[in-house]
């Protein structure tokens, strides 16, 4: 069975890294004992926990201080594998669940985005997270994952489509100068010069 051909480097390393950092994420809460972080709830921007994780080895230090800065970390809002909070909300594991899929597609199969689909992958999270904000709404957390994971992937299909534009720009301009360069070899009734 062979692989389908790579649509773009730049879009194979951008799932690589979205991979990497979701798998990071998926097992921050192994590389530490059963128990150890239980409730992290804080504000998005501020290091409310510090002193909670301050303890742990670098690597699950490293992702429980980025989601610290930016996450809220409600514990009621968030998934729990052995024993201990994930460093991000529900939301933001869809989101990077969302980003990872849609880029290891993209990865193999070149698929024209129409903005209006990302705008429209955009309004579940949009109504779900400000209904929770302006109302009494309490949204659960397989809502939060599947709306975050519509967002990831429209946000990652958007960017992707911005790396084959850059890209098909760039084989275009060196087309132009291997043409150009192709040209000025040529005598003026188009036959190659002859070299002397």
Request: charged share 20%; hydrophobic share 50%.
């Amino acid at each position: 069975m062979r692989l389908p051909k790579v649509t773009s480097r730049a879009v194979l390393v951008f799932f690589l890294i979205s991979a990497a950092w979701l798998v990071l994420v998926l097992t921050a809460p192994f590389m530490m004992p059963s128990g150890t972080l239980t409730d992290l709830t804080g504000r998005v921007g501020f290091h409310d926990n510090d002193q909670q994780f301050s303890s742990l080895s670098a690597l699950p230090h490293a992702l429980y201080w980025i989601g610290d800065a930016e996450c809220h970390q409600i514990a009621e809002r968030s998934y729990f594998l052995n024993g201990n909070q994930m460093p991000f909300c529900a939301r933001d594991l869809g989101i990077f669940f969302g980003i990872a899929v849609a880029v290891g597609l993209l990865t193999f199969y070149r698929i024209k985005i129409n903005p209006l689909f990302v705008i429209i992958a955009l309004i579940p999270i949009g109504i779900d997270g400000g209904l929770q904000l302006v109302t009494n709404y309490e949204s659960n957390n397989v809502l939060r994952l599947m709306t975050g994971f519509l967002a990831g992937a429209a946000l990652a299909m958007l960017i992707a489509h911005f790396m084959f534009v850059l890209q098909e720009d760039n084989e275009k301009r060196k087309r132009r100068a291997l043409a150009e360069v192709n040209e000025i070899g040529k005598d003026p009734d188009g036959e190659p010069e002859k070299v002397r």
